[in-house]
C-alpha cells in the first residue's frame, strides 16, 4: 500500500511546512504538561498498594541481581523476624477487609509457615501507612559483597546445624553433605587464628556488606516519565510512539537496576560512604540523563525518521 500524496492548494503548490518554532512550541508545551501530569499522578499512587508492588519488584530484581555478583543478597531478611507468621496473615486479611485486627480463632486458622518477603514488606508498609509515617518506607535488600571470616564460620555452623536436625537425611547422606562443609570450617577456624595471632591482616574478617531501602525515588518513575512525555510530544505516528515506549521505558527500568545494583556494590566497598554519596547523587543523576536524551535520540533517528517503505 503506497502512501497518500499531500494534498496541493488551488494553484498545484504544496501546502507550506508549520514554522519551526510553532512546532518547538508545540512540543515543548505538550511535554511539560504530560510530564507535569504523570508525576502528580504518581505523587497520588506513592501510599497505595500499586505502588507498594512496583518498589517490591525493583527491590527484588535487584537483590537478584547483587546475589549473582556477590556473595548474598536477600529481601527483608532484617525485618519482623520475632513475628507470630500467623498473627501477621490474619492482620494483613483483617486490614484488607478494613478491620484493625483479627479475631484469635482467625489467627489460629492462619499458615504458620515462615513469612515470604512480600508478606513481611505488605505488612510494614501497611502498618507505618495506617501510622502515618509512610514517607521514606521501602523494601529492604541485604546485600553482602564478602563475608568476613567469622561471618562465614556462623553462616557454616548453621548449615551443619540443620543437617544434623534433617531427619529425612539417611547417616550416610548426611555425612557426605556434611564432609566438606566441616573441611571448610577447620580451614577457616585456622585462618581465624592466624588473624589473632596478627599473622593475617584484619581485613579479611572484614565484612563487606550494605543494606539499604528502595523508597519511591529509586524507581525511577521521574525518568521514566520524562522519556514517555519526550515520545509522546514528539510528532510521530502512533506506531512509531508506542515502539519507543514499548521499548523504551523497560530499557529504562532495567538501567535503573543496574544503577542500583552498581551503587549496592559501591556502598559495601565504601565503608565510609563517602564514594557512595558521590556516585548516588551526582555521577548516577548525570549518567542517567545522558542515558534518557540518547535513547530518545536514537528513537527519533532510527524509528521516527526512517522512510516506510
Excluded at 559501591?266 to 564514594?275: C, I, P, R, S, Y
Amino acid at each position: 500500500m503506497s502512501e497518500i500524496p499531500p494534498r496541493e492548494e488551488a494553484h498545484g503548490a504544496e501546502a507550506a511546512p508549520e514554522p519551526a518554532g510553532r512546532r518547538v512550541g508545540g512540543f515543548v508545551a505538550i511535554f511539560v504538561v504530560t510530564v507535569l501530569f504523570l508525576l502528580t499522578a504518581y505523587r497520588y499512587t506513592v501510599d497505595t498498594r500499586v505502588n507498594d508492588w512496583y518498589l517490591f519488584q525493583v527491590a527484588r530484581h535487584t537483590s537478584w541481581v547483587l546475589d549473582k555478583i556477590g556473595h548474598s543478597s536477600e529481601l527483608e531478611n532484617r525485618y519482623l523476624s520475632n513475628e507470630d507468621p500467623a498473627r501477621v496473615r490474619a492482620t494483613l486479611a483483617a486490614w484488607g477487609e478494613g478491620r484493625e485486627a483479627p479475631s484469635e480463632d482467625e489467627v489460629a486458622r492462619s499458615p504458620k509457615e515462615p513469612l515470604t518477603p512480600w508478606e513481611k514488606w505488605s505488612y510494614r508498609a501497611l502498618q507505618a501507612r495506617r501510622a502515618g509515617k509512610g514517607a521514606g518506607n521501602g523494601p529492604g535488600v541485604s546485600f553482602i559483597l564478602r563475608p568476613g571470616i567469622s561471618t562465614e564460620i556462623s553462616d557454616l555452623s548453621e548449615r551443619l546445624s540443620d543437617l544434623d536436625g534433617d531427619t529425612a537425611l539417611a547417616p550416610a547422606e548426611r555425612e557426605k553433605q556434611q564432609a566438606p562443609l566441616l573441611a571448610r570450617l577447620t580451614e577457616l577456624q585456622e585462618i581465624q587464628q592466624e588473624i589473632r595471632r596478627g599473622e593475617r591482616p584484619q581485613e579479611e574478617d572484614t565484612t563487606r556488606m550494605f543494606p539499604f531501602v528502595v523508597v519511591s525515588e529509586c524507581g525511577a518513575i521521574e525518568v521514566m516519565a520524562i522519556f514517555l512525555a519526550a515520545v509522546l510530544a514528539f510528532p510521530a505516528t502512533w506506531r512509531k510512539k508506542a515502539f519507543g515506549l514499548v521499548a523504551g521505558v523497560p530499557l529504562m527500568y532495567s538501567v535503573n537496576i543496574f544503577r542500583l545494583s552498581f551503587l549496592g556494590v559501591v556502598g559495601a566497598l565504601d565503608t565510609e560512604h563517602k564514594w557512595f554519596k558521590f556516585a548516588h547523587e551526582y555521577v548516577w543523576q548525570a549518567v542517567y540523563i545522558v542515558f534518557v536524551v540518547a535513547v530518545w535520540l536514537a528513537w527519533v533517528e532510527y524509528i521516527v525518521k526512517r522512510k516506510t517503505p
